[in-house]
């Protein structure tokens, strides 16, 4: 479908047909089976409509980082505004009469949308960190009160971001469990790498008569960006007597599949501001209801504690909740393009694996996995004459990208692996496609690298900070 996307400077996605179906090579409407608010569909989007959406994003930036901070709509961004002038026109008018049915209508459609058995098992907070911290909080309780034997198991892999890492460090080592990390291989080739080192993994954590008391599984781990087999990894966990699994998908709600019967997993949290087009920052926790959740608590403790999860998210203070009271319009918003959510997802992964190809072929490199481990993310090598040597030189050359070349774009360091010589490519960019993104982003990311490449640049040669 390289030919697609190769339009006029102004398009966003290749053409109306591919904005509001399958592909633009076979014109397929994807129906979707999630939530809408109408009986009637809305009228789809126009390719006009989205840079009238997305307007306020800074022209000069190629911005293919969608992953980090995510995208709101103007429209979103409006229902927020009234929101926020609602509560200030009359505060106490909207604290007793409109937050909390507001957030129950929030929390109803996420439960829709992640196929879970009942609203109360969907609570809204701010973030996915928050979310982790919840349910880390409960495994160092079991810890304190004798639950759990000092050097029990906590698994996460590797590549578990680094927040969530820091949290178990501050909640599950400090509290006397003991951590595993799951390595990972990158490049990864399969799904069967993964699968075996976290077999490994549990493994070790029930030598010397442990027991694993939790598995904290990536969705789609960041940096580096793989799709990791989560069903498969919850089954294996339920085989192997792992107490409980939280599942950390903050890249998950509109970038993979996510449905909780399927999935199976005791916690599930993700982020609705990275790719479910809320503005920052509002996620969602799911605790199953067959999963003991009487010590599950906010961190933030308030009037509402001791009533339930989803009742003490609700209220911690006063604050602007405006973000978590806006899944109605962005359900609006995302049912204007033909296939919902499940529409955009599946053409964002088919465009950023295209534009990824395009970028490998230019610098003679390879993708970070294959194309069915991607989801709206890829990694992509770059030219090992950048020499591109640590953490640091990663990040200077993100800063160089930036500042020159109007490319936002994050970068990751790959050591070497022992025996690996000259040539190697230590240096990958991790590239989103959102629906705002169009193909000239990613060609001027190319020329960028390019330019450096033939002026001789070296990652060596970037001043020190």
């Known amino acids: 479908m390289a030919s697609s996307l190769h339009s006029n400077n102004t398009q966003i996605c290749p053409n109306p047909t591919a904005l509001n179906g399958g592909s633009a090579a076979d014109g397929k409407s994807q129906i979707s089976k999630k939530p809408r608010l109408y009986a009637d569909p809305p009228p789809l989007f126009t390719p006009s409509d989205i840079i009238s959406e997305f307007s306020h994003h800074d022209p000069a930036v190629a911005r293919i980082n969608n992953g980090s901070f995510g995208c709101c709509p103007s429209s979103v961004l409006s229902a927020q505004n009234q929101l926020q002038l609602q509560w200030l026109r009359q505060p106490d008018n909207f604290y007793f009469n409109q937050l909390q049915p507001k957030i129950i209508q929030s929390r109803t459609i996420i439960k829709d949308i992640i196929n879970a058995d009942h609203v109360d098992e969907v609570s809204i907070v701010d973030n996915a960190t928050t979310a982790a911290a919840i349910v880390l909080q409960q495994i160092a309780w079991g810890f304190a009160e004798g639950k759990f034997c000092r050097g029990d198991a906590a698994v996460m892999l590797h590549y ?96 993979v599949e996510v449905d909780m019967k399927q999935i199976g997993a005791d916690f599930y949290t993700s982020n609705l501001h990275k790719w479910f087009f809320c503005p920052p920052s509002v996620a969602f926790l799911y605790c199953k209801k067959s999963t003991n959740n009487s010590d599950l608590h906010h961190p933030v403790v308030s009037h509402e504690y001791g009533n339930g999860l989803a009742i003490e998210s609700a209220w911690i203070g006063t604050r602007d909740y405006s973000s978590y009271l806006v899944v109605p319009k962005v359900l609006e918003f995302i049912n204007r393009f033909e296939g919902g959510i499940e529409g955009i997802k599946k053409r964002n992964h088919e465009y950023v694996v295209e534009m990824g190809q395009m970028l490998v072929k230019a610098w003679g490199t390879r993708l970070g996995c294959p194309p069915e481990m991607c989801s709206s993310m890829v990694m992509v090598g770059l030219p090992a004459c950048l020499g591109i040597s640590s953490d640091h030189d990663a990040l200077e050359l993100r800063t160089c990208l930036r500042d020159k070349f109007g490319v936002e774009v994050p970068i990751y360091y790959r050591p070497p692996k022992d025996g690996e010589e000259g040539g190697v490519v230590t240096g990958y960019a991790r590239i989103s496609y959102q629906v705002y993104n169009k193909v000239e982003d990613y060609y001027k990311f190319r020329d960028a690298i390019n330019q450096l490449v033939d002026n001789a640049f070296t990652s060596a040669s970037l001043p020190i900070s």
Request: with cysteine.
């Open 160 to 255: 578990a971001y680094g927040s969530v890492k820091k949290s178990v460090e501050a909640y599950v080592t400090r509290a006397g469990g003991y951590v595993i990390e799951v390595p990972l291989p990158f490049p990864v080739s399969s799904l069967d790498e993964i699968v075996k080192e976290f077999r490994q993994a549990l493994r070790r954590g029930k030598q010397n008569g442990r027991k694993v008391r939790l598995a904290v599984i990536d969705h789609v781990t960041s940096m580096p960006t793989v799709v990791i087999p989560v069903k498969e990894l919850v089954t294996i966990c339920r085989e192997e007597g792992v107490d409980q699994v939280f599942v950390d998908a903050a890249h998950g709600i509109g970038c």
